[in-house]
Nanobody, 127 residues
């Protein structure tokens, strides 16, 4: 079992920045692929960014150049640095992990590929 706890969400004005964190515990190690997903009210959950055990990353087109995913294997913590935030980035952000996920650099991560999920942290961007 893998336990994931997100933090760092909040309210910010457009153009601002936030850094999300996801602390992982349990049966996890550096081989796990991890990702960030978001779900806005009334929308389906969508992939934002992901990183595998080798450091390969993938991003949704809508966040490329603004968001950066990183992982600290010593602290077992995943991060998402979000800059130049827009109102359309408003959503609940979820952290996810799984061992058998191949990260495709050319497309956003797919929620169905990940088996372990956190409870989410809310990000609200006002105009």
């Amino acid at each position: 079992q893998v336990h994931l706890v997100e933090s760092g969400g909040g309210s910010v004005q457009a153009g601002g920045s936030l850094r999300l964190s996801c602390a992982a515990s349990g049966d996890t190690d550096s081989r796990y692929s991890m990702g960030w997903f978001r779900q806005a009210l009334g929308n389906e959950r969508e992939g934002v960014a992901a990183i595998d055990g080798y450091g390969v990353t993938a991003y949704a087109e809508s966040v490329k150049g603004r968001f950066t995913i990183s992982k600290d294997n010593v602290k077992n913590t995943l991060y998402l640095q979000m800059n130049s935030l827009k109102p359309e980035d408003t959503a609940m952000y979820y952290c996810a992990a799984d061992l058998r996920v191949w990260i495709n650099m050319n497309r956003a991560p797919v929620p169905a590929d990940f088996g372990y999920w956190g409870q989410g942290t809310q990000v609200t961007v006002s105009s």
